[in-house]
Nanobody, 121 residues
Framework: QVQLVESGGGAVQAGGSLRLSCKASKRSISTYIMGWFRQAPGKEREFVARISWRGDSTYYADSVKGRFTISRDNARNTVSLQMNSLKPEDTAVYYC??????????????WGQGTRVTVSS
């Protein structure tokens, strides 16, 4: 199975940017659809973005479309999430996810431990 470790979270003011990274180990991510989910305080975990095996197709939640960009580097076994124009409502713990189907919001089987993002107004 694949192990996932996220990094890059932190505190930022509204309008700012952060870049999250997910480093995989024990197995190549090249055979997985990769994605990001998030869980805000008191809310259910929700889908954010997904990317195809080769990185040529992406899928985003409406709430982040145009502001977030998911990318992957299979050679380095990493997935990234560039987050621009951040809003207070983007505050959440962000989780890297492996598996699942591209144009769906159901999570895949494997999760990282999460990285916290706090956006202040």
């Amino acid at each position: 199975q694949v192990q996932l470790v996220e990094s890059g979270g932190g505190a930022v003011q509204a309008g700012g940017s952060l870049r999250l990274s997910c480093k995989a180990s024990k197995r190549s991510i090249s055979t997985y659809i990769m994605g990001w989910f998030r869980q805000a305080p008191g809310k259910e975990r929700e889908f954010v973005a997904r990317i195809s095996w080769r990185g040529d197709s992406t899928y985003y939640a409406d709430s982040v479309k145009g502001r977030f960009t998911i990318s992957r580097d299979n050679a380095r076994n990493t997935v990234s999430l560039q987050m621009n124009s951040l809003k207070p409502e983007d505050t959440a713990v962000y989780y890297c996810n492996a598996g699942g189907v591209l144009a769906t919001i159901e999570p895949g089987k494997f999760w990282g431990q999460g990285t916290r993002v706090t956006v202040s107004s």
